[in-house]
């Protein structure tokens, strides 16, 4: 019965996410109602010390990278740099390679650093416009973006800033570069598959003559850019190269600044306890931090005209939009929390410590968590505040080293999360104007690519012991 109540939070909260209801509402009446059904006199005592305890705890560590990584993709578009991007790509992959195009411009955005949620801002409009002219259907154009922005440069190649690439850091000592040949090949066999799988999908509907689409999935149409000359490619791409350079170099500064720990007293009056931290937890946070802000003023000497002109109202925007996605994310966090604390939850994490494979076991924890959870951060955040300490024993017993259980748990946060309630999925079939019904199917055998490349890195680091 315990089991069954979690299974009907979890089921709940799909579905009225799948049916377009705010998450971030949702996510506490169904975390809650499972308590309820649990213990009735748990249930205030779990909203105020579990659940907004472990949400503001979220946003406490990672609410910065939201905001600056949202600030960073709109100072990019405000430019023209995205657009600029967007063009030099067509030009080079081709037209009659839409599909390719968009999602290259996806990962290069990405993997500069801008906030999965503002790529799918940025790229919309061109997707559109492309698919268009390709007479691509445009149900197929979340499943396109879902590649190259949810996938590959979210957390399989190394050094991508991405917020599902810090958090395991934190846990086990390492740094975004962590194991990066087994990364990179699994960010290739994701994206060859899921190209593969793309492409097989507009031949299809090609096949069957259908075209863009009709007045059922022509919502949210962005209107044709008409605005002054584009910056020089390379221009527009010298933010995002600085924002990848900066944060390796931070990434290697930052301890030898600050040493093991670092500590300081927070007032001058009386005597204040010293507040200390500990460096290698954090110095992943400071360093995307620290390269999305060379980012952003790199964005505003390039580009200070057109920048000024609508940076008050842009920023507000880039704001909202990176308050939305936090909170989106941090309220999944708070819900996967409660779950986790429930008796029925005990039947899933035995189930999970049963599995013999130390990398498996990380894998398949992780990506459970994070499609519980609807958020491969949140889910991951959870599953390693839960088990790390599991996690590395098993690893050194094995010889294993830190950044094989880095690069596993990256990669599987990024696997079951999008299910239809994730943050993600909800924002880019929004901005879309498309509903899970015509276009979640392919975010799903996206989903399902991206959970298999997991265990195909595993099976190359025990075949070849490459790291």
Request: hydrophobic share 55%; glycine share 10%.
């Amino acid at each position: 019965m315990a089991f069954l109540i979690v299974l009907a939070a979890l089921v709940f909260l799909m579905v009225v996410a799948y049916r377009g209801h705010s998450v971030i509402l949702f996510a506490p009446i169904a975390a809650l109602g499972a308590v309820l059904l649990t213990d009735p006199s748990l249930v205030a005592p779990m909203f105020t010390g579990l659940f907004m305890d472990k949400m503001v705890g979220f946003l406490k560590l990672y609410f910065p990278v939201f905001v600056l990584g949202a600030v960073f993709g709109k100072v990019i578009e405000l430019s023209g740099f995205s657009r600029a991007i967007v063009n030099a790509a067509i030009r080079v992959v081709g037209p009659q390679r839409a599909m390719l195009s968009i999602v290259l411009v996806c990962a290069l955005l990405t993997y500069g650093g801008v906030s999965l949620f503002v790529v799918v801002f940025a790229v919309y409009p061109f997707a559109a416009e492309l698919f268009r002219q390709s007479d691509i259907p445009k149900r197929l154009i979340p499943g396109t973006i879902a590649l190259g922005a949810f996938t590959f440069t979210m957390d399989a190649l190394p050094g991508t800033p991405q917020i599902q690439n810090i958090i395991p850091a934190s846990f086990f000592g390492t740094n975004g570069w962590a194991a990066p040949w087994l990364g990179t090949i699994g960010a290739v066999a994701i994206l060859i598959a899921g190209m593969t799988y793309l492409e097989s999908r507009r031949r299809a509907a090609a096949r069957k003559g259908e075209g863009y689409g009709d007045a059922a999935t022509l919502v949210n149409e962005p209107v044709a850019f008409t605005g002054a000359r584009l910056a020089h490619p390379l221009v527009a791409l010298l933010p995002l190269v600085l924002v990848g350079v900066v944060n390796k170099l931070l990434t290697s500064a930052i301890p030898k600044w600050y040493g093991a720990e670092h500590s300081f007293k927070p007032g001058v009056i009386g005597d204040p306890a010293p507040v200390v931290q500990e460096i290698a937890k954090v110095t992943a946070i400071w360093a995307v931090e620290g390269a999305l802000l060379a980012g952003i003023l790199a964005v505003l000497v390039l580009a200070w005209k057109p920048v000024r002109a609508r940076f008050a109202e842009g920023s507000k925007s880039a704001i909202g939009g990176a308050l939305l996605a936090s909170m989106n994310t941090a309220s999944e966090y708070g819900f996967g929390a409660v779950i986790a604390a429930l008796p029925g939850f005990l039947v899933v994490a035995d189930a999970l410590r049963a599995i013999p494979n130390p990398l498996v076991n990380e894998a398949v924890t992780v990506t459970a968590l994070a499609g519980i959870t609807g958020s491969a951060s949140g889910g991951m955040s959870i599953a390693l505040a839960a088990m790390a300490d599991t996690f590395i024993a098993n690893a050194n017993a094995a010889g294993i080293s830190m950044e094989v259980l880095h690069r596993i748990a990256a990669m599987a946060s990024g696997g079951m999360d999008t299910l239809p309630h994730n943050g993600a999925v909800i924002t880019l079939l929004a901005v879309t104007g498309l509903t899970h019904r015509q276009s979640y199917k392919d975010i799903f055998a996206i989903t399902l690519i991206k959970t298999m490349a997991v265990f195909l890195v595993i099976a190359v680091f025990y075949a070849t012991g490459i790291v």
